[in-house]
């Protein structure tokens, strides 16, 4: 495909369409295993002989390769094309996911989890990027809407899919699972992707180990703190090394000529209230996951396969409202329906806290569940919309891995916080004791939102001509088969 340097990039509505079923799959496998491994922890404990300290790392390590690794993923793709390494993650997630099946001991499940983790990272990096590039900026927002609904399922269909898997058959298949939709889609995006690229520059080597070592330091500090104690020497270390490594990072990114993540992005309005809107909404959604979950199962005595299905009504609705929130936000802008959604799900996350307190079971919850889930259904997608819209084509693939990384930065920080608000004030002792930690923690969260609203109002409508902006040559789409 040959463009000028001054006409606008050309859309093919084939290679549209693949590109956004492939790279929404390919987010739905990695969210899926966020939590489908949740529902196996108990029978983990049993086959593998695990303790708490082991099966808290099945998750962690995920959580941590993710993280460490969206920027650089995202950083190489820019460098040597966003579906090769789109492919990389996919491989290397579908790999480790093997191993994760195959795995005899909790420490070896530990070490594929870490690198299942960072597959995932980096193939979401380059999931929204590719979305990206091949949709026309008008498009976008339906795009993203139809992507926040197939990764809102995976998310919905995590634990109810685990607690089938788990009563049905063995934990392995957890993993199994993945291999064969692991090979379809790298096939497929073989085929139905066309490669592009960022701005040709050298390799930002020194930024790349120091964001890379500021996130993990960070993220595993912040994962560990509640467990370890905030003032033991790795968790303390690990803040203060990871805070001055990316204090570092960010230095050094002003000072470098060929910078993974330009510190001037953050001038952008939008972009900034979009990654730091993300961060909060990350930290709700995956802070109530966590602790809801656990309420539904310890205090109101369900199975796995139980707590799936009455997840339903918070994390269910995205397949039919995030492409309609998608669609509005192309022609009302993403402000008014970010700080609706947050606003919903923190109402309804508030509601279910006073509910729990006053002993009133799961029956009265499901409205104010519907309710947060209509908020997360709205604002899921229109906050990855406000960030990828806010940039110019050159600048997709780091601003879809800078605010990923905040994202999941957020996750961790949701997790952590609800687990010490949770073990300060109550514990698993009795069902009373849950409740009395499972309340002033869900309200943290429900407050947490409520401030996402303040960053929310910062996102403005983007800039027509800064959205459409052609691309470089570099970046031109080159052919793919339709």
């Known amino acids: 495909m040959t463009v000028s340097d001054n006409s606008p990039p050309a859309y093919s509505p084939a290679r549209q ?50 993280a460490a690794f969206i920027l650089t993923g995202a950083a190489l793709g820019d460098r040597f094309g966003r579906r090769k390494l789109f ?7 579908t790999i480790s996911s093997a191993l994760c099946a195959l795995s005899t001991s909790i420490e070896t499940l530990i070490a594929a ?39 809102g399922v995976a998310v919905a269909a995590g634990p109810l899919v685990g607690g089938a898997i788990i009563q049905g058959f063995a934990w392995q298949w957890i993993f199994w699972l993945n291999v064969p939709v692991g090979i379809v889609l790298i096939v497929m995006s073989l085929m139905k992707i066309a490669e592009t690229r ?23 500090a912040v994962i560990r703190g509640g467990e370890a104690g905030w003032t033991s020497p790795t968790v303390l270390g690990g803040l203060i090394g990871g805070v001055l490594a990316l204090a570092l990072f960010v230095f050094w990114e002003t000072r470098t000529s060929s910078p993974m993540m330009p510190v001037s992005m953050f001038r952008n309005l ?47 609705l995205a397949l039919f409202i995030s492409p309609v929130a998608g669609k509005m936000a192309d022609s009302m802008g993403e402000r008014p329906l970010v700080i609706i959604g947050l606003l919903l799900h923190g109402v309804g996350f508030l509601a279910i806290a006073l509910m729990a307190s006053a002993g ?12 947060a889930g209509v908020g997360v259904s709205i604002a899921f997608p229109t906050v990855a919309s406000a960030v990828m819209r806010s940039v110019n084509p050159m600048q997709v693939g780091v601003a879809a891995g800078v605010s990923n990384t905040i994202r999941q930065v957020g996750a961790v920080f949701g997790v952590a916080a609800v687990a010490a608000v949770f073990t300060g004030a109550g514990g698993y002792g009795t069902k009373e004791q849950f409740i009395a930690g499972f309340t002033p923690a869900t309200i943290l969260l429900a407050v947490v939102t409520f401030a996402g609203v303040a960053a929310a109002l910062i996102i403005r409508r983007p800039d027509p001509e800064t959205a459409a902006a052609p691309m470089s040559p570099d970046m ?4 793919a088969t339709s």
């Not at 998750?59 to 390769?65: D, F, S």
């Not at 492919?87 to 997630?93: E, H, N, P, R, S």
């Not at 802070?287 to 269910?316: H, K, M, S």
């Not at 009133?360 to 309710?371: E, K, Q, S, T």
């Open 360 to 371: 009133m079971g799961y029956g009265p919850m499901i409205a104010p569940l519907l309710l």
């Open 476 to 479: 031109q789409p080159g052919p």
């Open 87 to 93: 492919v990389v993650g996919v491989g290397i997630f």
């Open 270 to 316: 939008s972009f900034t209230g979009g990654c730091l809107t993300s961060f909060v909404l990350a930290a709700a959604l995956y802070g109530n996951g966590f602790l809801f979950a656990q309420y539904l199962q310890l205090a109101e005595n369900n199975d796995p396969l139980g707590v799936g299905i009455r997840l339903l009504p918070w994390v269910g």
């Open 113 to 151: 989890r870490s690198l299942q983790g960072i597959g995932g990272g980096i193939a979401i990096a380059l999931a929204l990027a590719v979305i990206t590039d091949a949709t026309p900026p008008q498009e976008r927002g339906a795009a993203f809407g139809i992507w926040g609904a197939i990764s």
């Open 198 to 220: 960022g701005a040709a520059s050298r390799i930002d080597l020194l930024g790349l180990v120091l964001s890379t070592a500021g996130v993990f330091g960070i993220a595993q």
């Open 17 to 66: 369409r693949w590109t956004l079923i492939l790279a929404s799959f390919a987010s739905f496998m990695v969210g899926l295993d966020v939590l489908v491994v949740t529902t196996a922890l108990p029978t983990l404990h049993e086959e593998l002989n695990a303790g708490a300290a082991g099966l808290g790392w099945t998750v962690n390590a995920y959580e941590l390769g993710f």
